[in-house]
């Protein structure tokens, strides 16, 4: 290797590859470089007060890891798919709609979802609840509960009270 080729690959090293390689944790929750869109909250009220940072979306990885973070009273949106969920706690406290079961959820707690299965994340009125959710990279679209649906979800009293917020 003579020196041009030697100090082109060094330049390389520090400007290209490390910075990709290695992303540090910053105050708020964010990660540096990582884009947080947030979601407005829309008119049928799906979701509220939720923002989503993707961690991982490697092409060479068959899944992705995402963190989503609610507001205090912030929600995710009810849905099911196809794929699965699995999911972190990070920080915060609340509840979650698995199924036809409603679960209180802390920081490190592990919450699987699996296909087809109804979920939302609500979090407490005092803080914001933030977890990681790892997915596969290709997925399909979610559903959103249908009138019918969402009447059968409310048979439940718990979820009932639940969606209720
Ligand atoms: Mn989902």
């Not at 249908?146 to 009447?151: M, P, R």
Request: net charge negative; charged share 25%; with cysteine.
């Amino acid at each position: 290797m003579d020196k041009a080729t030697h100090m082109d690959s060094e330049t390389l090293l520090d400007h290209e590859i490390r910075p990709a390689l290695l992303r540090g944790f910053q105050d708020g929750y964010r990660w540096q470089d990582v884009t947080c869109r947030p979601y407005k909250e829309d008119g049928a009220a799906l979701f509220r007060d939720i923002s989503r940072q993707v961690l991982f979306e490697d092409p060479a990885l068959e899944c992705e890891l995402r963190y989503f973070e609610m507001a205090a009273s912030g929600y995710s949106t009810l849905e099911r798919h196809e794929h699965a969920h699995g999911v972190m706690i990070l920080r915060g406290h609340g509840r979650c709609l698995l199924g036809d079961a409603v679960r209180e959820v802390a920081p490190f707690d592990l919450v699987r979802i699996p296909s087809l299965m109804w979920h939302q994340f609500r979090a407490s009125a005092s803080e914001p609840l933030g977890f990681l959710c790892m997915v596969n990279r290709l997925r399909d679209r979610p559903q959103l509960p249908s009138e019918a649906d969402l009447a059968d979800l409310r048979a439940i009293p718990a979820v009932a009270a639940f969606l209720a917020g």
